[in-house]
Nanobody, 125 residues
Framework: QVQLVESGGGLVQPGGSLRLSCTAS????????IGWFRQAPGEEREGATC????????WYADFVEGRFTVSRDNAKNTVYLQMNDLKPEDTGVYFC??????????????????WGKGTLVTVSS
C-alpha cells in the first residue's frame, strides 16, 4: 500500500527554519518524481519543489528564492524539504506527492498519483 507521511511542521518565527520530512512506504521513492506543495488558508494548492529520480532535475517555485532545499535519504525512503528564512507568507499546509509513472518528471498537480495528508507550517511572531 502506497503511503506518504509528512512531518516536521510547526510554529516558527519569521527568519526561522524548519525541515519537513516526507516518508514513503509501499514503494521505493528514489525511483519516482516527488513534489512538495503548499496550500495557504483560502488559497489554491501550489507547487513548491519538484525533484525527479536521482535528483537530476530539481525545480523550485519562484517564491522559494533560494530559501528551500530538497534532498533525499533513500535508505530511509524519505524526502526532505529544508526551509530557511521563513516568511509569514510561507504559512500553510505542506504536502508531498509522488508521480507514479517512472520516468515522468512532471509535478503538475494533476499528474501526482499519491498524496500525504500534509503538515502545518505557521510562520508568525
Amino acid at each position: 500500500q502506497v503511503q506518504l507521511v509528512e512531518s516536521g511542521g510547526g510554529l516558527v518565527q519569521p527568519g526561522g527554519s524548519l525541515r519537513l520530512s516526507c516518508t514513503a512506504s509501499g514503494f521505493p521513492s528514489e525511483h519516482y518524481t516527488i513534489g512538495w506543495f503548499r496550500q495557504a488558508p483560502g488559497e489554491e494548492r501550489e507547487g513548491a519543489t519538484c525533484t525527479n529520480s536521482g535528483d537530476i532535475i530539481t525545480w523550485y517555485a519562484d517564491f522559494v528564492e533560494g530559501r528551500f532545499t530538497v534532498s533525499r535519504d533513500n535508505a530511509k525512503n524519505t524526502v526532505y524539504l529544508q526551509m530557511n528564512d521563513l516568511k509569514p507568507e510561507d504559512t500553510g499546509v505542506y504536502f508531498c506527492a509522488v508521480n507514479g509513472r517512472i520516468g515522468d518528471n512532471n509535478c503538475n498537480i494533476n499528474r501526482m498519483h499519491y498524496w500525504g495528508k500534509g503538515t502545518l507550517v505557521t510562520v508568525s511572531s
